[in-house]
């Protein structure tokens, strides 16, 4: 079994900065990618970044160059730092966590909220 610590949300004002941080624990074996995705209420959740072993990254167009994800792949944690925060960034944040021989989970996600 695999587990997912979300930290790092709040409420930060139109342009301002703040850092995600998850923490996977459990049976932690063949990473494929570790990444964040967000959702707000009544849409689909939707893909912000991902980040596989050897660091390669996707980011979402609506994000790039504001957001940055990172990943310490001794301590199976992964980090976005958010810059530039928009009022269109507010929803609920995922960390997810997918492996090269199947499996994929899901943390319990951190609001993030950016007033205007």
């Known amino acids: 079994q695999v587990q997912l610590v979300e930290s790092g949300g709040g409420l930060v004002q139109a342009g301002g900065s703040l850092r995600l941080s998850c923490a996977a624990s459990?049976?932690?074996?063949?990473?494929?990618?570790m990444g964040w995705y967000r959702q707000t209420p009544g849409k689909q959740r939707e893909l912000v970044a991902t980040i596989t072993s050897g660091a390669s990254t996707n980011y979402a167009d609506s994000v790039k160059g504001r957001f940055t994800i990172s990943r310490d792949n001794a301590k199976n944690t992964v980090f976005l730092q958010m810059n530039s925060l928009k009022p269109e960034d507010t929803a609920v944040y995922y960390c997810n966590i997918k492996f090269q021989l199947g499996g994929n989970y899901w943390g319990q996600g951190t609001q993030v909220t950016v007033s205007s």
């Open positions: 459990g049976t932690i074996f063949r990473v494929n990618t």
